[in-house]
């Protein structure tokens, strides 16, 4: 599996990912938690947790024998990143739209 | 944070003027970028910019014309990826245009990021929340120290 180095859209892009990520966006959970909600292998849970703790999604704190899984600001913030990237793209494209048609003769 | 991304401009042109800029395909380049728009609905085309290897882009946004009613509305989807053919953003573009007495107003809305829609269900998702989230870490080791005391 390649697939440790996901980018924080492939992240996302899946399902189950995403639905941890809701759950995880109420309240912290055990590993073992978030399994229960889903009809997947333990190790399934385990590889989509793994993804999610690389691209900055979750922290995992050790509590005893139990892993806490809580969500964290920065694979959010890669996202967040795009729309922004984005917003400036359109302003400076209508910003030359603007002055295309400023300069036209009605 | 915002989910979409909306900008409305006025011009003092007619309507015909304006959507002339929006979908001819050599006008459009001129304060746009490259592209193969072609104005009918299905169309699929693509502008082309810049690589962006660290964000995973290859240069090449993939769109396909989903709504045109001419002078009035044109709708395409905005997708990319990093050249594989997997697609990391999915979106939606969508100009309106309005007539007004002297001139034309111009709305573009940047919105519909597919793959955000369960993130941004996350309605308070903002800074503060985000800092309440960093809390918890914080609890739970305390929590922990406690175990540890008992």
Redesign the interface.
């Known amino acids: 599996m390649t697939q440790a180095n996901l980018?924080a859209?492939?992240v996302?892009?899946d399902p189950s990912r995403?639905?941890m990520?809701?759950l995880l966006?109420k309240e912290?959970m055990t590993i073992n938690s978030l399994a229960e909600n889903f009809d997947m292998s333990r190790p399934a849970v385990s590889k989509h947790i793994k993804i999610m703790y690389t691209a900055g999604f979750i922290?995992i704190?050790d509590?005893?024998r139990e892993r806490?899984c809580?969500?964290?600001?920065d694979g959010?913030s890669e996202?967040?990143e795009?729309?922004d990237?984005?917003?400036k793209f359109?302003?400076s494209?209508?910003k030359?739209?603007?002055?295309?048609?400023?300069k036209?003769t009605? | 944070m915002s989910k979409e991304i909306k900008h409305n401009l006025f011009f003092e042109h007619s309507p015909e003027v304006v959507w002339d800029y929006l979908t001819k395909p050599e006008l459009i380049e001129q304060w746009l970028m490259k592209n193969s728009f072609q104005p009918k609905v299905g169309c699929q085309f693509q502008f082309f910019m810049s690589p962006m290897p660290d964000h995973k882009f290859d240069g090449n946004m993939h769109c396909t014309v989903v709504e045109l009613i001419p002078l009035k509305k044109l709708t395409y989807t905005w997708k990319c990826g990093p050249g594989d053919g997997s697609i990391n953003l999915d979106s939606v573009v969508t100009w309106t245009l309005h007539e007004r007495d002297n001139g034309t107003e111009l709305q573009l809305v940047h919105d519909g990021f597919k793959i955000l829609e369960d993130y941004f269900m996350f309605t308070a998702m903002n800074a503060g929340w985000l800092m309440n989230m960093q809390k918890i870490p914080t609890l739970i080791n305390n929590a922990k120290n406690d175990t540890g005391k008992s």
Not at chain 1, 70 to 73: F, M, N, R
């Open positions: 980018d859209f492939q996302i892009a995403r639905q990520l809701v966006s912290s922290t704190t509590v005893g806490y809580t969500l964290k600001k959010f996202l967040q795009w729309i990237f984005f917003d359109w302003i494209k209508l030359k739209l603007e002055a295309l048609l400023n036209k009605k």
